[in-house]
């Protein structure tokens, strides 16, 4: 399978606990995207990386969320003291930058449940 | 104000006919690109169709066509002859490359619930 993986699938915590999750991009894609989506909504940016720098990230990324993606491969997201508004999808997208439309391939989602 | 604008929270469809799912945006970039994802109960976001602002023809892939009306700043999706596994949810998309989200991070709009019915 050569797509976008995330790990893990499903996540359940309970409040005030750390969880990190994981995304695999496509192997040749250098840019790197997170988004969130809660129930009803569509995905939400959070932030994105091109290579290994960490370029933008979104307002809705609060001080207990944090994003690494060391060597330019896989990305790990890290909520601490998770909150119950944490509760949501996760997805993650790779895309690669080229001059023209680049559309974003997505993974199937972490989606996290907080207790 | 809205950035997408998904004015159809589901619908119903026979299989066989053709169906219109609405998109309308908003922005004041002139270079823009409108994407149509859809995503399945398994919640995955599987891309279906892009249209850049400056093209001047509508996008087509396969089933699916993207009703580009810049004036009015809509970008219809068309999926011809629907067929049951088409059914998902649909969400119209925005990159708009100064306005934030990184080079290629999208706004989404609410999505349609999309559901053909034998």
């Known amino acids: 399978d050569t797509g976008v993986s995330q790990d893990p699938r499903h996540k359940i915590t309970k409040r005030g606990q750390n969880v990190t999750f994981r995304c695999d991009p496509i192997?040749?894609?250098?840019?790197l995207y997170w988004y969130r989506q809660t129930l009803g909504q569509g995905p939400e940016f959070l932030t994105y990386?091109?290579?290994?720098?960490?370029?933008?990230k979104s307002r809705l990324l609060s001080d207990r969320f944090s994003a690494e993606r060391p060597k330019g491969s896989f990305s790990t997201l890290e909520i601490q003291r998770t909150e119950q508004g944490d509760s949501a999808m996760y997805l993650c997208?790779?895309?690669?930058?080229?001059?023209?439309?680049?559309?974003?391939?997505f993974g199937q989602g972490t989606r996290l449940t907080v207790v | 104000a809205q950035k997408i604008t998904q004015t159809q929270p589901g619908m119903f469809v026979q299989e066989k006919e053709a169906v219109t799912l609405d998109c309308t945006y908003d922005?004041?970039?002139?270079?823009?690109?409108l994407f149509w994802y859809k995503q399945p109960s398994s919640g995955e976001m599987i891309f279906l169709i892009y249209?850049?602002?400056?093209?001047?023809q509508n996008a087509t892939e396969g089933r699916y066509s993207l009703n580009f009306q810049k004036a009015r700043k809509s970008a219809n999706l068309v999926i011809s002859a629907s067929q049951l596994g088409d059914s998902a949810m649909y969400f119209c998309?925005?990159?708009?490359?100064?306005?934030?989200?990184?080079?290629?991070?999208?706004?989404f709009g609410k999505g349609t619930h999309l559901i053909i019915q034998p």
């Open positions: 997208a790779s895309s690669l930058a080229r001059g023209g439309a680049t559309e974003a391939f």
């Open positions: 192997s040749e894609h250098n840019r």
């Open positions: 990386f091109q290579n290994e720098a960490q370029l933008e």
């Open positions: 922005t004041s970039d002139q270079s823009y690109g």
């Open positions: 249209q850049g602002s400056y093209d001047e």
């Open positions: 998309a925005m990159r708009e490359p100064y306005s934030g989200g990184g080079a290629d991070g999208l706004t």
